[in-house]
């Protein structure tokens, strides 16, 4: 009969032990679950910013191009303006040579 209180003593230390070992486990779960979201949230809030910073940079980047595009329209028009023959001349030598590129390839 004292085997027997052993073995039941034995076997709900085991149990406990076990309960304790599953409630520890689920503990830690839950509780990497929590730090899981908190990099989670950390990790999506910095790609957000580097985002916002990247549409920031193409942003002042486009305006510059616009910039940049705008005064050589208006430089190229006046030149043109100012020496309509140049600029005849430049455009025919333009199609001349893209007229010669065209049936060099044509030839080979």
Request: glycine share 4%.
């Given at each position: 009969?004292?085997?027997?209180?052993?073995?039941?003593?034995?076997?709900?230390?085991?149990?406990?032990?076990?309960?304790?070992?599953?409630?520890?486990?689920?503990?830690?779960?839950?509780?990497?679950?929590?730090?899981?979201?908190?990099?989670l949230g950390i990790l999506?809030?910095?790609?957000?910013?580097?985002?916002?910073?990247?549409?920031?940079?193409?942003?002042?980047?486009?305006?510059?191009?616009?910039d940049k595009t705008r005064?050589?329209?208006?430089?190229?028009?006046?030149?043109?303006?100012?020496?309509?023959?140049?600029?005849?001349?430049?455009?025919?030598?333009?199609?001349g040579l893209l007229a010669?590129?065209?049936?060099?390839?044509?030839?080979?």
């Amino acid at each position: 009969m004292a085997s027997n209180s052993l073995r039941k003593a034995s076997l709900q230390s085991m149990e406990a032990e076990i309960e304790s070992l599953l409630k520890s486990l689920e503990s830690l779960k839950h509780d990497a679950s929590d730090e899981s979201k908190k990099t989670l949230g950390i990790l999506k809030n910095n790609a957000e910013n580097a985002l916002k910073h990247s549409r920031h940079l193409l942003s002042d980047a486009l305006e510059e191009v616009k910039d940049k595009t705008r005064e050589t329209a208006i430089a190229t028009r006046e030149y043109a303006q100012e020496h309509p023959y140049a600029t005849a001349g430049v455009a025919i030598g333009a199609l001349g040579l893209l007229a010669a590129f065209l049936l060099c390839k044509r030839g080979n």
